[in-house]
Every structure is written in structure tokens, then in C-alpha cells.
């Protein structure tokens, strides 16, 4: 008996979710909104159409605080941008670089575009808080 109730839990403890709060700090205005996405693999980094999760939160000056809610254990890279606009998307210039403040987890911005999602990856094993700012 003890057997079958240890498999009937066992995908409870396998399936732990987690919360990551994010906290966009800098943020320039109260104008628009901060958006966050995270991303749980290489091949989809900074593409806007396979973000694993994103939420996003009215701006608040100084800092903004948004909580992904419910991700399972394993290795992420966070996206933060200032939505000042309220458009809903990064604005760009006609090259590409983007004309609203951004960061990442860990990683920062390079000369000629933005960090690897190596540079910016950690793992989640449990409720976690992560401050990126942005510029």
C-alpha cells in the first residue's frame, strides 16, 4: 500500500512550479508598460514568437516588479523592455538597434547586439528574484 501511495504523489514532487520575480530596474517613467519574457533554450532566444512565458506590468518610475508564475525547474534567460509606448513591441531604428530600454539576466548588451542566451542563462530550482537593469 505504501508502494502505490508513493506513486500516486510522485508527480506532485516531480512537477514543482516555481515563481521568478523580475525587477526592471532604471525605469525611466511611469509611462507604458515593462514587459518581461524568458526563454528556455538557444534556439528560441529573442524570438518574439517562442517566448516560453512573458507578463507584463504597468511602468512604475524607479523600478517595476513583475512575477512569472509557474515554471517548472530548469535554465532560463530573462528579456526586459520599456514598453514606453504601450505598442506592445521593442521599437527599432532602420537598423534594428532598439530605440527603447532593455536588459537581461546576467548578460549585457554588446558593441554589435545583444548577449548569447549562454551569457545570460541560470538555472531555477526554486521561488527566485532577479533584478535586470535596463538602459
Known amino acids: 500500500m505504501k508502494l502505490f501511495s508513493l ?18 530596474e ?23 514568437d517562442k517566448v516560453f512565458k512573458a507578463d507584463s506590468a504597468p511602468s512604475q518610475k524607479g523600478s517595476t516588479k513583475i512575477v512569472i508564475k509557474d515554471l517548472p525547474k530548469g535554465t532560463y534567460a530573462v528579456a526586459v523592455f520599456h514598453d514606453e509606448n504601450g505598442n506592445d513591441k521593442l521599437d527599432t531604428n532602420m537598423l534594428g538597434i532598439p530605440k527603447e530600454p532593455l536588459g537581461f539576466s546576467i548578460g549585457k548588451m554588446k558593441t554589435f547586439g545583444p548577449p548569447s542566451f549562454e551569457d545570460c542563462a541560470f538555472e531555477l530550482t526554486s521561488d527566485q528574484s532577479i533584478s535586470v537593469p535596463i538602459k
Open 7 to 24: 506513486i500516486l504523489l510522485l508527480p506532485i514532487f516531480t512537477m514543482a512550479q516555481f515563481d521568478l520575480t523580475v525587477t526592471a
Open 26 to 48: 532604471n525605469v525611466t517613467s511611469n509611462d507604458g508598460k515593462v514587459s518581461v519574457a524568458v526563454y528556455d533554450t538557444e534556439e528560441n532566444w529573442l524570438k518574439f
